[in-house]
C-alpha cells in the first residue's frame, strides 16, 4: 500500500513537494444538473452522442462509484462547496427564491480558501446556495469566495432560451440572447482568456442543463428524431451541454492550460425522469433525482490531470462531492478546515491506484427524499438504508415550523442493507440475513446521524415571515445572523 507521504511526493505539483515548478495547479469545477449516471455514451449510453465528454472521459480517470452529495440541487453543491454533509449545514432541500435557508457566512467554501491562497476565482452558472440572491441580508457568491460571477438563483428562466435572470457581480444582466449553455460557456471563456495570468486559477462552470425547463437549439434536438418532442429536447440538451464543455475545453488548450490544470467533471444528482422529461438514465440503478438510493446519488465523475492521473484510467473507488474541498486542499496544498467537522476525505490516492482511508463514511441524509427512507450510509461494499420516526415531509422546497421540529427529533427507525458490489440495483435486501454486519454498520451509522441532525441549524419559519423596508423579513430572525 502506498502510504501517504510517498503519495504525496510522487503526485503533487513540484512547487509543493520541494521542487521548483512555475505555478500551484488551477482548478475547473464542471457541473451538469440533473444528469443521469447514463446519460453519456461513455458511461454506456446508446441514444446520446456526448463526443467531448467520451474524450475526455479517455485523457484522465472515469469514477464507477461517483456520488454526489445528495439527491437534489442545492444540498448536492453545498456539499462540493464547504466539504461537508449538507443537512449538518442546514441546506435540507432546494432552495426557493426569497427561502430563509442558504450557505451561512460561517460556513469555509473551498473558493474562499482558495481565493486566500492567491486563486483568481470566478462561478458561472447556476448558483443555488441562498434564497434571496442578489439581496441584502443573506451571502452572495462574492461572500463565499468567488471574485467574479455571472450566476442565476436556480434555474435560467423562462427556460433555457433567451434567459433573462442572470446576474454579473451584483448587476442583473437582463434578457440575453441564446441557450443557457452556450451563454454560460461564453462568460467561463471570456473569464478564462482575461484573467491574470500570472496567478492560479479556480473555476466553478455550472450548467443548468438537462434540468428542466428544458429549450434545446435545433440543430442538437434536430440530431435525436422522434415523434416526442421531449425526447429530442432532452437527449439534444444532453447534447448541447456537451458540446459546450467541449468549447470550454479548447479554450484550456489555447491558453496553453491543459497540462497545469485539474478538471472534474460532475453532476448533481440523478436524473429528474419527470411526466414532461421522462428521459434521463441511471444505468439501471434503483430510483432516480430526490431518492438517496443510488439512482439518486450516484452520478458520472470524470477527471483530468496531465501528469498526475494516468489516461485511460477507470477507478471503482467511491469518491463524493463532500470529498472535493479535503482533495482540492490536499492537491494545492492548502489546509482544510480544523474547526469544524469535515465529511469527506481527499481521493488523491486513487489517481495512484491507492485505496481512501475515510474518518467519516460515505454519509447521505435527505429529510425530504422523496421516498420513505431519508439516511444512507456506505461502507466499502455495503450501503445502510434507514427510515426516520415522525411525519413523511416528502418532496418540496418549503419550510414549515411542524417541518423543523420534526428534522430536530426525528430518530433512526427502520433499516434496508444492500451488498452493491453483487446487487447494484438494490433489490435484494439483506438485513434480516446479515444482522452482524447490520449491527456493525448500525453502530457507526446511529452517532454519526446524530452529529449531523444535532448541528444543523434552524431556518425561521415561512408562515412567520412579513414584508418589511423593501424585503422579506423574519423579525425573530434577526439576532440570529
Request: contains cysteine; proline residues 8%.
Amino acid at each position: 500500500m502506498i502510504s501517504r507521504r510517498d503519495f504525496l511526493a510522487a503526485s503533487l505539483p513540484a512547487a509543493l513537494s520541494g521542487q521548483s515548478s512555475p505555478s500551484r495547479p488551477n482548478i475547473l469545477l464542471v457541473l451538469a444538473d440533473d444528469l443521469g449516471y447514463g446519460d453519456l455514451s461513455c458511461n454506456g449510453n446508446r441514444i446520446v452522442r456526448t463526443p467531448n465528454l467520451d474524450r475526455f472521459a479517455g485523457e484522465g480517470v472515469r469514477f464507477t462509484n461517483c456520488y454526489s452529495g445528495a439527491p437534489n440541487c442545492s444540498p448536492a453543491r453545498t456539499a462540493l462547496m464547504t466539504g461537508r454533509t449538507p443537512t449538518r449545514v442546514g441546506i435540507h432541500n432546494w432552495i426557493p427564491m426569497l427561502s430563509p435557508m442558504h450557505v451561512r457566512k460561517s460556513e469555509v467554501t473551498i473558493a474562499t480558501l482558495l481565493q486566500k491562497a492567491g486563486y483568481q476565482t470566478s462561478h458561472a452558472g447556476k448558483w443555488h446556495l441562498n434564497g434571496w440572491f442578489n439581496l441584502p441580508g443573506q451571502p452572495q457568491p462574492h461572500d463565499h469566495g468567488f471574485q467574479h460571477w455571472f450566476s442565476t438563483q436556480n434555474n435560467a428562466l423562462p427556460n433555457h432560451r433567451n434567459p433573462y435572470n442572470f446576474v454579473r457581480n451584483s448587476i442583473p444582466m437582463g434578457p440575453q440572447q441564446g441557450y443557457a449553455g452556450q451563454i454560460v460557456a461564453t462568460e467561463a471563456i471570456r473569464w478564462l482568456k482575461q484573467r491574470d495570468a500570472s496567478k492560479p486559477f479556480f473555476q466553478f462552470v455550472c450548467f443548468h442543463e438537462p434540468h428542466e425547463p428544458i429549450a434545446t437549439d435545433a440543430k442538437f434536438a434536430d440530431l435525436y428524431p422522434s415523434a416526442d418532442p421531449s425526447y429530442s429536447a432532452y437527449w439534444g440538451n444532453v447534447a448541447q451541454m456537451d458540446d459546450c464543455f467541449g468549447q470550454i475545453l479548447r479554450t484550456l488548450d489555447e491558453l496553453k492550460l491543459r497540462d497545469n490544470t485539474l478538471v472534474l467533471f460532475t453532476g448533481d444528482n440523478g436524473p429528474a425522469r419527470t411526466a414532461i422529461h421522462p428521459h434521463g438514465s441511471t444505468a439501471g440503478f434503483r430510483a432516480n433525482k430526490g431518492h438517496i438510493y443510488e439512482g439518486g446519488i450516484r452520478v458520472p465523475g470524470l477527471l483530468r490531470w496531465p501528469g498526475q492521473a494516468r489516461a485511460g484510467q477507470v477507478s471503482d473507488e467511491p469518491i463524493c462531492g463532500v470529498d472535493w474541498l479535503p482533495t482540492v486542499c490536499e492537491a494545492t496544498g492548502i489546509a482544510a478546515p480544523t474547526d469544524r467537522a469535515i465529511d469527506g476525505t481527499s481521493w488523491l490516492p486513487t489517481l495512484k491506484g491507492a485505496p481512501i482511508s475515510r474518518r467519516t463514511p460515505l454519509y447521505w441524509h435527505f429529510n425530504h427524499a422523496t421516498s420513505i427512507p431519508k439516511v444512507a450510509m456506505r461502507m466499502g461494499d455495503w450501503k445502510v438504508v434507514a427510515k426516520l420516526t415522525g411525519p413523511n415531509l416528502g418532496p418540496g422546497g418549503d419550510i414549515q415550523a411542524e417541518h423543523q421540529q420534526a428534522i430536530k427529533s426525528a430518530e433512526l427507525a427502520a433499516f434496508e442493507l444492500y451488498n452493491l458490489r453483487t446487487d447494484t440495483a438494490e433489490q435484494n435486501d439483506l438485513a434480516s440475513s446479515e444482522p452482524g454486519r447490520l449491527k456493525q454498520m448500525l453502530d457507526t451509522l446511529k452517532p454519526l446521524y446524530r452529529s449531523v441532525r444535532d448541528e444543523s441549524p434552524t431556518w425561521p419559519a415561512w408562515e412567520n415571515a412579513r414584508y418589511e423596508d423593501g424585503r422579506i423579513e423574519w423579525p425573530a430572525y434577526r439576532k440570529q445572523r
